[in-house]
């Protein structure tokens, strides 16, 4: 499976903005795709996930600002984010899996800084 997401970039604090991830390859077990982050000197946390069936999980952090969404047909996650405040600055991975995240995308970089 290779996942290539997209959607990073410079915003300023309350500003908006989406990532996108497209799931390629073997994906016929995929049941759970979502976002993870990881900021220097952090450990990596969730954001969001979504199941194929439509059960989502956000990270504390980030529930009521973020949405996760996802089209099943086209393998593609996103992730909406607004309100956007410093410590959201992270590289975002998106991940699937079946249970848990086993397929990792390269990250995009998100920056919330004035």
């Known amino acids: 499976v290779q996942l290539q997401a997209s959607g990073g970039g410079l915003v300023q604090p309350g500003g908006s903005l989406r990532l996108s991830c497209a799931a390629s390859g073997s994906i016929f077990n995929i049941n759970l795709m979502g976002w993870y982050r990881q900021a220097p000197g952090k450990q990596r946390e969730l954001v969001a996930t979504?199941?194929?069936?439509?059960?989502?999980n956000y990270g504390d952090s980030v529930k009521g600002r973020f949405t996760i969404a996802r089209d099943n047909a086209k393998n593609t996650v996103w992730l909406q984010m607004n309100s956007l405040k410093p410590e959201d600055t992270a590289v975002y991975y998106c991940?699937?899996?079946?249970?848990?995240?086993?397929?990792w995308g390269q990250g995009t970089l998100v920056t919330v800084s004035s």
């Open positions: 979504k199941t194929i069936g439509g059960t989502t």
């Open positions: 991940s699937a899996g079946i249970m848990s995240p086993t397929f």
